[in-house]
Nanobody, 122 residues
Framework: QVQLVESGGGTVQTGGSLRLSCAAS????????MGWFRQPPGKEREFVAS????????RHADSVKGRFSISRNNAEKMVYLQMNGLNPEDTAVYYC???????????????WGQGTQVTVSS
């Protein structure tokens, strides 16, 4: 099992940047591929980005490619989402996710954080 806690959300203006962090607890963090998902107001939760167990492979949704970047530090049990060029369509609750698989993924695993709100004002 792995427990996840997100931080780093907030309110920014269009074009701004934020860095989300996800702290994991549990001894088997490096056994999980990790991901970020988001749920915009009134919409379904959607895939944002994922990273393989060893950090060697990443996958990003088309809507965030070139603007967002996922990374991880297995020694510190941390996952990050660097978000640049934010626009109002990025407004959502962002969730950290873990899945017991080797490679990147877009279908979420069973482990979720509580979420962190990101609001982008125009």
């Amino acid at each position: 099992q792995v427990q996840l806690v997100e931080s780093g959300g907030g309110t920014v203006q269009t074009g701004g940047s934020l860095r989300l962090s996800c702290a994991a607890s549990g001894r088997t963090f490096s056994s999980y591929a990790m991901g970020w998902f988001r749920q915009p107001p009134g919409k379904e939760r959607e895939f944002v980005a994922s990273i393989s167990r060893n950090g060697g492979s990443t996958r990003h949704a088309d809507s965030v490619k070139g603007r967002f970047s996922i990374s991880r530090n297995n020694a510190e049990k941390m996952v990050y989402l660097q978000m640049n060029g934010l626009n109002p369509e990025d407004t959502a609750v962002y969730y950290c996710n873990a899945r017991d698989t080797l490679l990147t993924y877009s279908t979420p695993g069973p482990f979720w954080g509580q979420g962190t709100q990101v609001t982008v004002s125009s």
